[in-house]
């Protein structure tokens, strides 16, 4: 399963991709703008940072709004991948951008038949949302693993990334659902990496090597 950093820290990016774990970044307008960085050259560094796809989302509401949009993303990076929402209206878009050879990332999937019409319209990810689904008493892992069904069936080529992912619980059902791709915010990297029963092992190795040296 591949890890995409969720995530407009050009520093927490490059920390994390210096540990080997970073296989692409996913960003939207918002993260970028809470960061009170420019969207543009942000995106372009993060670009630098990985050869992995990293996913920059459109604001346009309206096909051809979207449509120019992608074209101009695409022009900043090879590896740029365009987010276009989950509306008719980004359908429309993604149909388009399909058949021009542009990747997209269609956010915002809840439920199987989004998810199913996404990869119809020739998405190159699919974004079904964990976190959110939960948040509303549904279970997020039903929806993982009928995408991954519907793939492995009709040999569609559209990728799963399991977005809104909000705990070490979540990255490794999603490693056990089959889901292709987790994006997750740096903190949750953090978690994901310690756990206190190695604190304690590095700490007693320290100390019988300190008795020893002495």
């Given at each position: 399963m591949?890890?995409?950093?969720?995530?407009?820290?050009?520093e927490?990016?490059?920390?994390?991709n210096?540990?080997g774990?970073v296989?692409?970044?996913t960003t939207n307008p918002?993260?970028?703008?809470k960061?009170?960085?420019?969207?543009?050259e942000?995106?372009?560094?993060?670009?630098q940072?990985?050869a992995?796809?990293?996913?920059?989302?459109?604001?346009?509401?309206?096909?051809d709004?979207?449509?120019e949009?992608?074209?101009e993303?695409a022009q900043w990076s090879?590896n740029?991948v365009?987010k276009?929402p989950?509306?008719?209206?980004?359908l429309?878009?993604?149909?388009?951008?399909?058949k021009l050879g542009?990747?997209?990332?269609v956010?915002?999937?809840f439920?199987v038949?989004?998810a199913?019409?996404?990869?119809k319209?020739?998405?190159t990810?699919?974004?079904?949302?964990?976190g959110r689904l939960?948040?509303i008493?549904t279970?997020g892992f039903?929806?993982?693993?009928s995408?991954?069904?519907?793939?492995?069936t009709f040999?569609?080529?559209s990728e799963?990334?399991?977005a809104s992912?909000?705990?070490?619980k979540h990255?490794?059902e999603?490693a056990?659902?089959?889901?292709?791709i987790?994006?997750i915010?740096?903190?949750l990297f953090?978690?994901m990496?310690?756990?206190?029963?190695?604190?304690?092992g590095?700490e007693?190795?320290e100390?019988d090597?300190e008795?020893?040296?002495?």
């Amino acid at each position: 399963m591949k890890f995409f950093v969720d995530s407009a820290d050009v520093e927490s990016i490059q920390a994390i991709n210096e540990m080997g774990l970073v296989d692409g970044v996913t960003t939207n307008p918002s993260i970028i703008a809470k960061e009170g960085k420019d969207f543009e050259e942000t995106i372009k560094k993060i670009c630098q940072i990985t050869a992995g796809p990293v996913s920059a989302e459109v604001v346009g509401t309206k096909a051809d709004e979207m449509i120019e949009e992608a074209k101009e993303l695409a022009q900043w990076s090879s590896n740029v991948v365009v987010k276009i929402p989950m509306t008719k209206e980004g359908l429309k878009a993604v149909s388009v951008l399909s058949k021009l050879g542009i990747k997209t990332n269609v956010t915002l999937i809840f439920n199987v038949t989004q998810a199913l019409s996404a990869i119809k319209a020739g998405a190159t990810f699919i974004s079904p949302f964990l976190g959110r689904l939960e948040d509303i008493g549904t279970d997020g892992f039903d929806l993982i693993h009928s995408c991954r069904s519907i793939i492995d069936t009709f040999g569609y080529k559209s990728e799963i990334i399991g977005a809104s992912v909000r705990s070490i619980k979540h990255v490794e059902e999603l490693a056990l659902a089959g889901c292709d791709i987790a994006t997750i915010p740096p903190a949750l990297f953090d978690n994901m990496l310690t756990h206190p029963l190695t604190e304690k092992g590095i700490e007693q190795f320290e100390k019988d090597w300190e008795q020893f040296t002495k």
